[in-house]
């Protein structure tokens, strides 16, 4: 009896290894036609205008890092490729969503949470069909607490746990088809 369980989960698992690798089933929920072999990122320029110097490089290679993460595509730094997204990152501000009340007459109003919204307009293009294209902008959001801690300490946690959102939701929208 043990034997058969034991060749009932290797058929199982061979499968699965099958269809993965064929392309009929991605565990990241990626479904991408077996036709399509790459995917090409164009540098994301910041045109916000704020935000710190290194945010255009840090969402282009984190995007390009979490589709060689979560697809067996290959990165096309040409521009050619089967999957192909450009964009940029169209705004990044802060601003007040809790304000308090100022302990007396005579002190100020202040921030008791401040929000940080990033938000980056995509085209991605579908070179295998082209019912799939977008041209879409995805925004996301993250507080903290300006009593507790600094804009500069925490500035590149903020931005890291937005682009992790934003990469998760370019990604469902252009290969996960949700």
Same mark, same amino acid.
């Given at each position: 009896?043990?034997?058969?369980? #034991?060749?009932?989960?290797?058929?199982?698992?061979? &499968?699965?290894?099958?269809?993965?690798?064929? =392309?009929?089933?991605? !565990? @990241? %929920?990626?479904?991408?036609?077996?036709?399509?072999?790459?995917?090409?990122?164009?540098?994301?320029?910041?045109e916000?205008?704020?935000?710190?110097?290194?945010?255009?490089?840090?969402?282009?290679?984190?995007? #390009?890092?979490?589709?060689?993460?979560?697809?067996? &595509?290959?990165?096309?730094?040409?521009?050619? =490729?089967?999957?192909? !997204? @450009? %964009?940029?990152?169209?705004?990044?501000?802060?601003?007040?969503?809790?304000?308090?009340v100022?302990?007396?007459?005579?002190?100020?109003?202040?921030?008791?949470?401040?929000?940080?919204?990033?938000?980056?307009?995509?085209?991605?293009?579908?070179?295998?069909?082209?019912?799939?294209?977008?041209?879409?902008?995805?925004?996301?959001?993250?507080?903290?607490?300006?009593?507790?801690?600094?804009?500069?300490?925490?500035?590149?946690?903020?931005?890291?746990?937005?682009?992790?959102?934003?990469?998760?939701?370019?990604?469902?929208a252009?290969?996960?088809?949700?």
């Amino acid at each position: 009896m043990k034997l058969r369980n #034991k060749h009932i989960v290797f058929l199982l698992f061979a &499968l699965t290894a099958i269809l993965y690798k064929c =392309g009929i089933y991605s !565990f @990241s %929920g990626a479904s991408i036609s077996p036709d399509i072999e790459t995917v090409s990122i164009d540098f994301f320029y910041n045109e916000a205008g704020d935000g710190p110097p290194y945010l255009s490089q840090q969402f282009t290679e984190g995007l #390009k890092e979490y589709f060689q993460n979560n697809t067996n &595509l290959g990165i096309d730094n040409s521009g050619n =490729g089967d999957l192909q !997204f @450009s %964009g940029n990152i169209a705004s990044f501000n802060y601003r007040p969503i809790a304000p308090t009340v100022g302990i007396n007459d005579n002190a100020p109003d202040n921030a008791g949470l401040q929000r940080l919204t990033i938000s980056i307009r995509v085209e991605y293009i579908n070179t295998g069909d082209d019912t799939f294209d977008f041209d879409q902008q995805f925004s996301f959001y993250a507080d903290y607490d300006p009593s507790t801690t600094s804009i500069s300490a925490i500035e590149p946690a903020l931005v890291e746990e937005i682009f992790e959102q934003l990469y998760v939701d370019i990604f469902n929208a252009s290969v996960a088809n949700w």
